[in-house]
C-alpha cells in the first residue's frame, strides 16, 4: 500500500504560537456545505449568521475590542480499526499509511484555522477504540465541542455500536454539542457512481435518530476530507461567537476586554446607521474640549493596543494576570517615562513655546485626551498626582456600569501609581517575539503543582451480584459496618454452642395396592430337552486389540427373532441409546482424564517447586479391531467442539497390494475413548482428512485413489455429501493433503494436492458430485532458485517431469494465496484467482518438504518441516531461514506451532515425539518422547484446540492423546516474546538481525 506524504514542511510549534502560519487549505470564508442535505441537522445553517459577520468585519477592521475565543475540542470515538487515526493523519499531516498500529489511550493533534479573518484553533482528540483503553479513553471526553462518531463502511456492526458511542460521550458533555456521523473507507465501496450505497443510505438514517450530521469519507484518496474539517471547524465558530455574545457570559478576555463590552460595542454599532465606526474603549467623554491627538497619544493608544491583545495559555488555562502593570523596559518604558514627564504637575508640560495661555489650553486638552484614552474622569486636581492605568477590572466595570448606571469615583479604582516602581511580582511579560523584534529576552514565570490523583480505574470486590436477592441484605450490613466507629473495643466472650436438632416429620401415602396372584406350573425333562434342541446355535470369533489372540462368543436364538435384530440395527434410537450407554460406561474409567483433557486442573503459577520438564503424559488410546495394523495418516480436530476428533487409517511404508484394499475414517469423542461415534469404510487406504471451518459438521476426505468425499458426521446415514467424478477430476494419484478455502460468499470449496503435482479445486453444490478445477500442474525446477544452497545433482532424466506434491497450506490473512510444499524441497507461491501459474519458488529444504506452519502469533512468520533431518523458521520477503532446528539422523513427519504459547514446537519422527522451546535452546529439543516399541514408527502429530494436549499416530492405527505436563506457563504478551526469542538466536548474526528488525511489526 503506497504512503502519501506532505510535500512541504508542517510549522513548528513556535510559528502556531505567534500565528506566523501560511493556513492555505485552512482559511474558511465561507459556510461549507453538507455531504448530504437531508443527512443533517444543520441544514439550515447555510452561511455564517449575520451577527457573526458583523462581529468579525469589525474586528478586522480595528473598530471594535479584540475578543477572544477558546480553542474548540473535538473528540473522535468508535471502534477499533474504523479509521479514526487514519482520518486524522490524513487531514492534519496528508499522511496515509496502511500499516498504522492501533492507537493507545489517546493521541493530541492542533490545527489553526483562519475563519472570517480571525484565527481558531482545533484541539483534535483521537481517542482508542479498544475496550482494554476504554476506562483511560472516557478521561479526555469532557468539555467537548464537537463529537464525531466514526464507523467503517464496510462493517455493519461498527455501525450498529455507533449509537452506544455517542451516549457514552454525551454522559460527560453537553447534549447540544455538535454531533458527526462519519463513514471511513469509502474507497472499499467501489461505487463509482454518485448514488448513495445501502450502507450510506442505513447510516443517513441513523444519523437522523441521533441528531448527527453525516458524512463519507475515505482515507486512503482524501476524498471529503478537508471539506468535513472545514464544515466541522465553521459551524463550531459559528456556534462560539454565538455563545459569546450571549447576555451574562461569564467568559472574560485575558487582557481586560469583557465579553460585555465587545457586546454593548456591537450594540452601538448597530445603532449606528450613518457612519459604522466605533470607539476603541466605552467610555466617558471629557468635559474639556477635545484636539487632535498628538503623535505621543497616537503612539500610546497603539501601545495600549498592543497589550490588550496578549495573553498566556498554557495547557488550556489562562495564567494572564487580571492586573496589567505599565511596563519598566524596551520602548514602554520610553513612552511611560514620557508620560510622567510631560503630564505630571512638576514636569516639563506639554512642551514647546509661547505664552502660559496657549500652554495651559494645550496642556487641559492633552491631559482630557489622556484621560479618555485611558478610560478616566477627567479631573485637574487628581491628574496631577496620579496617572491611572487601564486593569481588566477597569474595563469591565466601566463598560458594564455604561450600559446601566453612573461610573463609580475615580478614587475607589485600584490604579498603579507612576511615581513610584510598581511590583511586578505574579506579573508575566506577555510581549510576543513578533510584536517587538529588537527584543532578545523574553521571561515567562510558569508554577508548576502536583495535581491530584487521577484514578484511571476502580473496582470494587463484591461477594454477591447486586441485582441477586441476597444483595440487600449485604448492602445493609456494609452500611451498618461502616457507620460503626473505629476506635471500638471488639468484645470477645467465650460460650459453648450446639448445632440444631434437624426435625423430622414423617407423613403417610397411600397408593393402589399390589394385586398378586399365584399361578402354578410344571415343565418337564422332555418340555426343556426339546425347547433347547430347538434354539439355533451361533459361534464367532473376535479378534482382541490388545494381543493377537482371538475369543469365541457363542449365541443362541430362537426361531423367528432374526427379524427384531434386524430392527434394532436400523433403529436410530437403540444406536443412541448404546451411545450414551458407552459413554457413562467409558466416563467411570476415564473421569479423571477426561478432566485433564478439560483443563480442569490447571498448574499453580505460584507453585515454588514448578519444574520445566516439557513431559508428555498418554491419557488414552484410540484403537480398533478394523483399523489395526493401518498407519494414522490424517488427524483433524473439529474447529466448533474440541472434544472431536476425526483420524484416517491408510498407509504409510510401502506395502502390498493386498493391503490397501481398505481405508477407514473414524470420528472419535473424548466421552467415549473406546469406540468411535463415527466410523466410514473406504475401498482404498484414506490419506487426508480435513474439517471446514465454516461448517464445522462437514469433513472432506482424501483417497489413495485421488478421489476426494464429503461427509457430514451429523447424519447418520452412510451416505456422503458430495463425491468427486472422474469426468471433472480425472486424476489416479493419491491426495497427500487438502484444504478448505474460507471465502466471503457462501461456496464451500477445498484444495487438494496430488501425487502427479496436481492441485485441485472442488466445490460443493446442490448435486450429489463435487465440481473440480484444475488450478495448477506443477514442473520441476530446473534452474537456480531463491533459497538455501544445495549441493547441484549430476546431469540426468527424471523418471517424471512432475514433482511431487507432498504439503499445502493456505495464508493465515490473504486467504487467496497458498503454498505447496513438493519433493524437490521446494515451496511454491500460487494463487487462486491465477489459474496454471505460480508467483514465486523458493528452495526451503534439500529434501521433500512434508509440512508448512504458519504462527498462530504472526502472519509472516511460518515453519517449514522436511527429509532433510531439519525444521526451519522462516520470515516473508527474507530468502534465507531464521532459525535452523536440527534432531539428529530422521526426517521431520510433522510440526506445528502451539497455540498457547509463541515459542513452543512439537515435532515427530519415525522413533519420538520432540517439544521444542525457542525462548531457551534451538541446539536440541526440551524433550524427547517415544511411544510404542522401536518397530513402531510414528506419522502424526498435532496439538488439540485448547494447546494442553496434543494427538500422536503411529503406522499400527493406535492415536495416543497425550497430556502436556510441567510446561512453561504461556507469556501475557505472546508477539513480544516471539520477537525477542527470534533476536536472541540472531545475536550471532547480525545482517540477519538487521533484516529481520527492518521487517518491522510482524504480527496481527
Not at 99 to 119: A, C, M, N, P
Not at 423 to 437: A, N
Not at 973 to 996: D, M, R, T
Amino acid at each position: 500500500m503506497p504512503t502519501f506524504r506532505k510535500a512541504g514542511k508542517k510549522s513548528t510549534s513556535y510559528e502556531l504560537l505567534n500565528n506566523n502560519v501560511d493556513y492555505g487549505t485552512r482559511k474558511v470564508d465561507r459556510m461549507p456545505a453538507a455531504y448530504c442535505d437531508r443527512a443533517s441537522p444543520y441544514r439550515d445553517r447555510v452561511d455564517f449568521s449575520d451577527r457573526t459577520k458583523r462581529v468579525c468585519r469589525s474586528n478586522n477592521a480595528g473598530t471594535v475590542t479584540p475578543f477572544y475565543l477558546c480553542a474548540c475540542k473535538v473528540i473522535f470515538v468508535g471502534d477499533v480499526a474504523t479509521g479514526k487515526s487514519s482520518l486524522v493523519n490524513r487531514f492534519c499531516h496528508e499522511i496515509f499509511d496502511a500499516e498504522y498500529r492501533g492507537t493507545i489511550g489517546v493521541d493530541f493533534e492542533v490545527e489553526k484555522f483562519q475563519v472570517l479573518g480571525h484565527s481558531y484553533s482545533l484541539q483534535i482528540w483521537d481517542t482508542a477504540g479498544h475496550e482494554r483503553f476504554k476506562c483511560i479513553s472516557q478521561a479526555y471526553y469532557r468539555n467537548a465541542n464537537v463529537v464525531v462518531v466514526v464507523f467503517d463502511l464496510t462493517r455493519a456492526e461498527s455501525l450498529l455500536n455507533a449509537r452506544r458511542w455517542l451516549d457514552e460521550a454525551l454522559k460527560v458533555n453537553h447534549p447540544g454539542v455538535l454531533k458527526f456521523l462519519v463513514g471511513t473507507k469509502k474507497d472499499l465501496l467501489g461505487n463509482e457512481s454518485s448514488c448513495l450505497t445501502d450502507v450510506e443510505k442505513e447510516a443517513i438514517a441513523m444519523s437522523s435518530d441521533l441528531h448527527a450530521e453525516f458524512w463519507s469519507v475515505s482515507a486512503q484518496t482524501g476524498e471529503n476530507v478537508t471539506k468535513l474539517f472545514q464544515r466541522l471547524t465553521a459551524l463550531a465558530f459559528d456556534s462560539a461567537v454565538q455563545r459569546l455574545m450571549e447576555p451574562n457570559n461569564p467568559v472574560v478576555h485575558p487582557s481586560g476586554n469583557s465579553l460585555l463590552t465587545l457586546q454593548s460595542e456591537i450594540l452601538l454599532e448597530d445603532e449606528r446607521t450613518s457612519d459604522r465606526k466605533s470607539v476603541t474603549f466605552q467610555q466617558q467623554q471629557p468635559s474639556k474640549p477635545s484636539v487632535d491627538p498628538s503623535p505621543f497619544t497616537l503612539e500610546l493608544r497603539e501601545l495600549l493596543s498592543c497589550r490588550a491583545q496578549q495573553e498566556v495559555v498554557i495547557d488550556e488555562i489562562d495564567y494572564t494576570p487580571r492586573g496589567l502593570a505599565p511596563t519598566r523596559y524596551g520602548k514602554d518604558k520610553y513612552s511611560w517615562d514620557q508620560l510622567q514627564s510631560r503630564w505630571s504637575p512638576d514636569g516639563g508640560g506639554g512642551g514647546g513655546g509661547g505664552d502660559d495661555g496657549d500652554q495651559d489650553q494645550k496642556q487641559t486638552a492633552g491631559k482630557a485626551e489622556v484621560c479618555s484614552i485611558l478610560s478616566l474622569d477627567w479631573s485637574e486636581a487628581e491628574f496631577g498626582k496620579r496617572v491611572k492605568s487601564v486593569s481588566e477590572a477597569k474595563v469591565t466595570t466601566t463598560t458594564t456600569t455604561k450600559m446601566e448606571e453612573p461610573a463609580q469615583a475615580p478614587d475607589k479604582v485600584e490604579a498603579f501609581d507612576l511615581d513610584q516602581e510598581p511590583d511586578f511580582s505574579g506579573v508575566i511579560d506577555r510581549r510576543s517575539p513578533s510584536l517587538e523584534k529588537d527584543a532578545k529576552t523574553y521571561h515567562v514565570k510558569i508554577l508548576l503543582t502536583e495535581t491530584d490523583n487521577i484514578i484511571l480505574y476502580e473496582s470494587a470486590s463484591h461477594t454477591v451480584a447486586r441485582d441477586s436477592e441476597e444483595a440487600a441484605a449485604v448492602l445493609e450490613q456494609n452500611a451498618y459496618y461502616d457507620n460503626k466507629k473505629k476506635n471500638r473495643r471488639t468484645a470477645m466472650a467465650a460460650a459453648e454452642a450446639q448445632t440444631p436438632e434437624m426435625l423430622l416429620k414423617s407423613r403417610g401415602v397411600n397408593t393402589e395396592r399390589i394385586r398378586r396372584q399365584e399361578v402354578a406350573s410344571f415343565v418337564s425333562n422332555y418340555d426343556m430337552y426339546d425347547t433347547y434342541n430347538d434354539l439355533e446355535r451361533h459361534t464367532k470369533e473376535i479378534d482382541l486389540a490388545e494381543a493377537s489372540s482371538k475369543i469365541e462368543i457363542t449365541t443362541y436364538s430362537r426361531e423367528g427373532m432374526e427379524d427384531i435384530d434386524d430392527m434394532l440395527n436400523k433403529s436410530e434410537n437403540f444406536h443412541l441409546s448404546s451411545m450414551i450407554l458407552e459413554r457413562l460406561l467409558a466416563g467411570n474409567v476415564y473421569r479423571e482424564k477426561q478432566k485433564r483433557f478439560r483443563n480442569m486442573y490447571i498448574p499453580d503459577p505460584l507453585d515454588v517447586d514448578a519444574k520445566y520438564l516439557y513431559r508428555l503424559e498418554t491419557l488414552w488410546t484410540y484403537k480398533t479391531v478394523e483399523t489395526s495394523g493401518k498407519a494414522v495418516a490424517s488427524a483433524s480436530w473439529c474447529p466448533a467442539n474440541g472434544d472431536i476428533v476425526a483420524i484416517a487409517y491408510g498407509i504409510y511404508r510401502f506395502t502390498k497390494f493386498d493391503d490397501r484394499s481398505s481405508g477407514y475414517v473414524c470420528v472419535w469423542s473424548i466421552k467415549n475413548p473406546v469406540n468411535p461415534e463415527r466410523r466410514y469404510q473406504f475401498s482404498v487406504p484414506v490419506t487426508a482428512v480435513a474439517f471446514s471451518k465454516k461448517t464445522p459438521q462437514l469433513l472432506a476426505v482424501g483417497l489413495y485413489d485421488g478421489s476426494v468425499q464429503i461427509w457430514d458426521i451429523m447424519d447418520n446415514s452412510q451416505r456422503p455429501v458430495g463425491v468427486s467424478e472422474r469426468k471433472s477430476s480425472p486424476g489416479f494419484e493419491p491426495i497427500w493433503d487438502i484444504e478448505w478455502i474460507e471465502s466471503d460468499d457462501d461456496k464451500d470449496e477445498i484444495l487438494t494436492v496430488s501425487q502427479d503435482g496436481t492441485i485441485m479445486k472442488y466445490t460443493l453444490n446442490i448435486g450429489h458430485y463435487l465440481i473440480g478445477y484444475m488450478q495448477l500442474r506443477l514442473d520441476r525446477v530446473e534452474c537456480e532458485t531463491e533459497g538455501i544452497e544445495v549441493e547441484k545433482k549430476k546431469d540426468g532424466i527424471e523418471a517424471d517431469r512432475h514433482p511431487q506434491a507432498l504439503s499445502l497450506k493456505i495464508h493465515p490473512v490473504r486467504k487467496d494465496i497458498y503454498f505447496i510444499g513438493t519433493d524437490e524441497g521446494c515451496v511454491h507461491r500460487c494463487s487462486i484467482n491465477y489459474s496454471y501459474q505460480h508467483s514465486g519458488v523458493s528452495r526451503m529444504h534439500s529434501g521433500g518438504v512434508f509440512g508448512i506452519e504458519y504462527s498462530p502469533w504472526s502472519p509472516k512468520v511460518f515453519l517449514t518441516c522436511g527429509g532433510d533431518w531439519c525444521i526451519r523458521i522462516w520470515i516473508e520477503d527474507i530468502n534465507e531461514p531464521i532459525l535452523t532446528l536440527s534432531t539428529g539422523f530422521g526426517p521431520i513427519q510433522a510440526a506445528h506451532w502451539s497455540p498457547v504459547n509463541s515459542t513452543i514446537i512439537i515435532s515427530v519422527t519415525q522413533d519420538s515425539v520432540q517439544l521444542w522451546d525457542l525462548k531457551r535452546r534451538m541446539l536440541k529439543p526440551a524433550s524427547f518422547t517415544t511411544f510404542g516399541d522401536s518397530t513402531t514408527a510414528l506419522t502424526v502429530v498435532k496439538f488439540t484446540n485448547c494447546g494442553r494436549s496434543a494427538l500422536v499416530g503411529d503406522s499400527e492405527g493406535r492415536t495416543y492423546i497425550c497430556a502436556l505436563e510441567d510446561m512453561p506457563f504461556p507469556p501475557h504478551f505472546q508477539y513480544k516474546e516471539l520477537q525477542s526469542a527470534l533476536y536472541k538466536n540472531l545475536i550471532c548474526k547480525p545482517e540477519l538481525l538487521k533484516l529481520v528488525k527492518r521487517c518491522g511489526y510482524l504480527g496481527y
